[in-house]
């Protein structure tokens, strides 16, 4: 066997992963679901006769119709066109949240777990302090201090979320570097760059991709919060948290209007959820008896 | 009462907080003045002159350099000064002990909620494992995770307070005041936010509760004929109860940042309107003070739960 064999690289931690995914039923759903409406936030022109905001101004929050199937808003807005659209504007949100959580939260933690010391005494201590901040009340501060709008409060909620991923790559850091292939490649004289992203981080990461799954659903949970609150997305863009806002100003008028964009947040935040759960069962087989 | 090791623990504990707070304001005041957007032309207003943006700058001493600005406010808030709104001009500290007590109110009673109705179900489902009980109960649970706390608080005020008006849709009575009607405006709130709360309690204690009935140790009990109910209270939730407790203090974090979104839908004049209206308002003093005594009140639970813990738990904090 070749020194090669032995080290582990990047394609074997993630592929694996999902070849094994496929034989837990509720992760197949999970994803098919998810697919599903990333591809309908993708066709919704195509889908839908509709433009996201065409006035229908004879049907101003009707309900259910042929014509509008899931009726229409306080402005006449079909509310099934505005669902796809809104998907596309939540799901960016989300991705963006964890894109910018993660292009902080695992170099940081590597840093700290690879270079010990002083350093990683710093890091960690900054990392417990924002853990105890109030997530979202962090998030409203840091979109106050950036200025209103999806792309900044979703920055903000990547800013508050970084510490959990800093954390978990952190302490799989501390034991991978303890490894002797990470050994084997130092006494080879590679460069601890070179260590990091081919060694460090293939074996830190499968950890990390639960977590991003599951952050998934909290940020989408944080759009529909942040837009709801009017931080978030502005009119006349529209997100399944701006519909939110949208039916709470009518629900005395036309209450079911809350329902379509409310039970996407559910259905898409539980489907991030199941396949995270499954992801960490399977790799913690401990986790199964739970 | 307390020995002399739980007192000795207990003033470590509390030297340990020190850093732990001057880090968390450090972390307030750097996030929100290092973001870029300049305050002074904000509170300028439209059609400023650089002159009158150079005036304010001067005034709200945001010219001077960072550490001094950091140090003084820093200075100011050690003495309960969290200096003045810039919309109303009331001193941010005393609008916060004015919100803060109907926010209490709510994160309580969810707290109490999510405790008094996940425990148990975190039992039933953890003495059953893999029936179709602990199926459902874990079912409902993942969906409590899965949804948007303020839609629930939206779907309750159209259910109790407008379609049958059992509860009030809006507002909120001090607790000192009227108690009983006090209660009654913070059912509502209370119940969206617990939703989350009871998932996450039941999840963790079926959990913990499972690993520690299929242990060695609780194999041997039932072999020497130990009872299943005394099993599981002796030993089994005598065990997790320090598990119990991070699960609660985690808990009461979270419900404490749920809040300011649920207070939103019921026009509750808490510490969640607060906030929300400086951000948008870019009222940066309130912002400031507000997660400021957040992130004071969520340290201050974190150390009553360790203190706890290392009382119920005689092996914690004595290494």
Redesign the interface.
């Known amino acids: 066997m070749s020194v090669a064999t032995l080290i582990p690289t990047r394609g074997s931690a993630v592929l694996p992963l999902l070849r094994r995914l496929r034989r837990d039923r509720r992760a197949v759903v999970s994803l098919a679901v998810l697919l599903l409406i990333i591809a309908a936030s993708l066709l919704a022109h195509w889908i839908s006769p509709y433009s996201p905001t065409a006035q229908d101004v004879n049907n101003m929050l009707s309900p259910p119709s042929q014509s509008h199937w899931l009726g229409t808003d306080d402005l006449g807005r079909d509310t099934f066109t505005r669902l796809l659209y809104g998907a596309s504007a939540s799901l960016y949100a989300a991705f963006l949240a964890v894109a910018v959580a993660v292009s902080l939260g695992v170099p940081v933690g590597m840093l700290a777990g690879y270079a010990g010391g002083w350093i990683d005494d710093v890091i960690s201590?900054?990392i417990?302090?924002?853990l105890?901040?109030?997530?979202?009340?962090?998030a409203?501060?840091?979109?106050?201090?950036?200025?209103?709008g999806l792309t900044n409060a979703m920055i903000a909620v990547g800013?508050v979320f970084a510490p959990q991923l800093a954390r978990l790559v952190r302490a799989r850091t501390l034991v991978v570097r303890q490894e002797l292939y990470v050994d084997a490649a130092r006494c080879f004289g590679a460069p601890t760059a070179h260590i990091l992203w081919r060694h460090v981080l293939p074996n830190a990461i499968q950890p990390v991709i639960v977590q991003v799954a599951l952050l998934l659903?909290v940020s989408l949970?944080a759009e529909?919060?942040l837009s709801?609150?009017?931080?978030g997305i502005q009119p006349p863009s529209v997100s399944w948290g701006a519909m939110?806002a949208r039916?709470?100003l009518n629900?005395?008028l036309a209450?079911e209007q809350?329902y379509p964009?409310?039970v996407a947040?559910?259905v898409t935040?539980?489907a991030f959820?199941?396949l995270g759960e499954s992801m960490r069962t399977m790799l913690d087989p401990t986790m199964k008896?739970? | 009462m307390l020995t002399q090791a739980s007192r000795a623990l207990i003033g470590r504990r509390l030297l340990q907080v020190v850093?732990?707070v001057v880090?968390?304001t450090f972390?307030?005041f750097g996030?929100?003045?290092l973001?870029?957007?300049d305050v002074a032309v904000t509170l300028a207003g439209e059609n400023a002159t650089d002159q009158r943006i150079a005036e304010i700058r001067h005034l709200y001493g945001l010219d001077r350099s960072f550490f001094i600005q950091y140090a003084g406010w820093a200075w100011n808030a050690l003495h309960g000064d969290l200096s003045r709104s810039l919309l109303s001009g009331e001193p941010v500290a005393d609008e916060i002990m004015r919100c803060f007590p109907t926010t209490l109110l709510i994160v309580a009673l969810a707290l109490v909620f999510s405790l008094a109705i996940g425990i148990p179900l975190g039992i039933t489902a953890a003495t059953k494992?893999g029936t179709w009980l602990d199926g459902s109960i874990m079912g409902l649970a993942?969906?409590g995770?899965?949804?948007?706390n303020?839609?629930l608080a939206?779907?309750l005020?159209?259910t109790f307070a407008?379609t049958y008006t059992i509860f009030p849709a809006t507002g909120s009575v001090a607790f000192s005041a009227n108690p009983a009607e006090a209660l009654r405006h913070a059912i509502l709130p209370a119940t969206a936010l617990a939703a989350g709360g009871i998932a996450e309690v039941a999840r963790q204690l079926?959990?913990s509760l499972?690993?520690i009935l299929?242990s060695q140790h609780v194999r041997t009990l039932h072999a020497k004929g130990l009872a299943p109910s005394s099993i599981l209270w002796k030993h089994g939730l005598k065990n997790v109860s320090v598990n119990l407790l991070t699960v609660a203090g985690l808990l009461a974090?979270?419900l404490?940042?749920?809040t300011?979104?649920v207070e939103?839908?019921f026009a509750v004049p808490g510490m969640g309107n607060l906030?929300?209206r400086?951000?948008?308002e870019?009222d940066?003093p309130v912002?400031?003070g507000?997660?400021f005594a957040?992130?004071v009140v969520?340290?201050a639970i974190?150390l009553l739960v360790d203190l706890l813990a290392s009382l119920l738990d005689p092996r914690i904090g004595r290494r």
């Not at chain 2, 995770?145 to 948007?148: F, I, R, S, T, Y």
């Open positions: 201590r900054v417990d302090t924002m105890s901040f109030p997530a979202i009340v962090l409203i501060g840091v979109t106050g201090a950036l200025g209103i800013i659903a949970l529909a919060s709801f609150l009017g931080l939110l039916a709470y629900m005395e209450p809350m964009p409310g947040i559910l935040a539980l959820n199941t008896r739970r | 850093p732990v880090l968390a972390i307030v996030l929100i003045k973001l870029p957007g494992p993942s969906l995770v899965a949804v948007p303020f839609w939206m779907i005020v159209a407008l079926r959990s499972v690993e299929s974090n979270r404490l940042a749920a300011v979104v939103a839908v906030i929300v400086a951000a948008i870019r940066f912002v400031q507000v997660v957040m992130v969520v340290i974190n």
